[in-house]
């Protein structure tokens, strides 16, 4: 399989791990960029698009990136914080004052940020007429209660996190989290990064195959995650599975899901799109280096109430943990976010990277990837060698 781009010889050593996911880890189509120092050094694609007519993967693929969305909207609710429209340790009600309900009132905006809320599930089934419809899903979590003291424990809020941040950062804004990204992060950047897809982008989109398949039947991994998966009443099935994705045809692939823009799954990005976001972030272009410093600060670590492994969060960022594993130089240093099914965006200030991989052939895991920990683990190890 040809291998198209190019590695700063720094880097060389990245490409090969690249084809060796193609050649012996069954990758079909995937890219993967790296900037050091707020320069490119990597920059990788190879493989099919789409299995079905053998589309190319090209340089330009964008690839919905799940979960690595959290982190993008994470920084449009700093982004506010810091221009002072926003306190993250205030109650969530002071922006939304609907959010006050069932017990509500003291849950702060750092307790989205950080999973703490209790309220990883929407606790009735959405339907698809309310796919596109943000302000609906954040409705009914306005009216439930908490699954648990807020503040007390965290528990990954998979689909929910997004409903419950994208709202706050309408109330704050007067614009959709999707509309906020791209007036004050992706356009001003010039990055190949939306959420929420144009027609243009979703019709040139990479189309997924794989990965896990929340409410099937299919044997899952023999660990106490891929049980919870195949436990319809587990609280991990049940984050996961509402909105069901899979009620509409092609799931993550309908043109529905690729342009609702939902705010903890949504950014469809190409993999310098995604790399870049990081490279500006740390360079300290979408933020201040003050803000970000404190919001890749932990917050809470430990047991994971939804993942059932350790996780790690700051203000929105994922740090390092089981469900985030970094290798080697950074494993102290790196935040970022993972995707379901194996995507990475991984920011590191002190070693001045930014890098994301992008792909199509998910695993079945939520928080393994071992091709994108390859790749990272090889990008790390290149920093000692000769520039």
């Not at 439930?144 to 706050?168: D, I, N």
């Not at 670590?301 to 994922?318: A, E, N, Q, T």
């Amino acid at each position: 399989m040809a291998v198209h781009g190019w590695c700063h010889p720094r880097f060389s050593r990245v490409r090969e791990v690249f084809r060796q996911n193609f050649a012996g880890d069954g990758e079909l189509g995937a890219a993967f960029s790296v900037f050091l120092d707020d320069r490119p050094v990597v920059d990788l694609w190879g493989g099919v698009a789409d299995r079905r007519d053998e589309r190319p993967w090209e340089r330009g693929t964008p690839a919905l990136v799940y979960s690595c969305t959290k982190a993008v909207t994470a920084t449009a609710v700093l982004l506010l914080a810091e221009r002072g429209l926003l306190d993250v340790t205030a109650p969530v009600a002071e922006v939304w004052p609907e959010f006050a309900r069932a017990g509500k009132e003291r849950i702060t905006v750092e307790h989205l940020l950080t999973h703490q809320a209790g309220l990883p599930v929407v606790e009735e089934p959405v339907p698809v007429e309310e796919f596109e419809d943000q302000e609906a899903v954040a409705d009914r979590l306005a009216g439930q209660a908490p699954l648990w003291e807020p503040g007390t424990a965290h528990g990954y809020h998979a689909l929910t996190y997004g409903f419950l941040l994208g709202e706050v950062i309408r109330r704050v804004s007067g614009k959709r989290a999707g509309e906020f990204v791209a007036a004050e992060i992706a356009d001003p950047l010039g990055l190949e990064l939306w959420l929420g897809a144009p027609d243009d982008v979703a019709a040139r989109a990479a189309r997924l195959s794989g990965g896990l398949r929340v409410g099937a039947s299919a044997p899952a991994p023999e660990d106490a995650l891929g049980a919870a998966m195949l436990d319809g009443e587990s609280l991990t099935r049940r984050a996961l599975g509402n909105p069901q994705v899979t009620k509409l045809p092609g799931g993550a692939n309908h043109p529905v899901i690729l342009r609702a823009g939902w705010p903890a799954i949504g950014v469809v990005a190409t993999a310098l799109g995604l790399a870049g976001f990081y490279r500006h972030l740390v360079a300290g272009r979408i933020l201040r280096p003050e803000t970000l410093a404190d919001a890749v600060r932990p917050r809470v670590s430990g047991p994971d109430r939804v993942l059932l492994v350790d996780s790690s969060f700051g203000l929105g960022y994922m740090r390092p943990a089981r469900a985030f594993p970094v290798p080697g130089q950074g494993s102290l240093t790196a935040f970022g976010h993972t995707g379901l099914g194996g995507f990475l965006g991984l920011g590191d200030v002190e070693h001045g990277l930014g890098m994301a991989y992008t792909m199509n052939r998910m695993t079945d895991a939520i928080a393994d990837s071992p091709r994108a920990l390859r790749l990272a683990e090889a990008v790390y190890a290149s920093l000692d060698a000769s520039p």
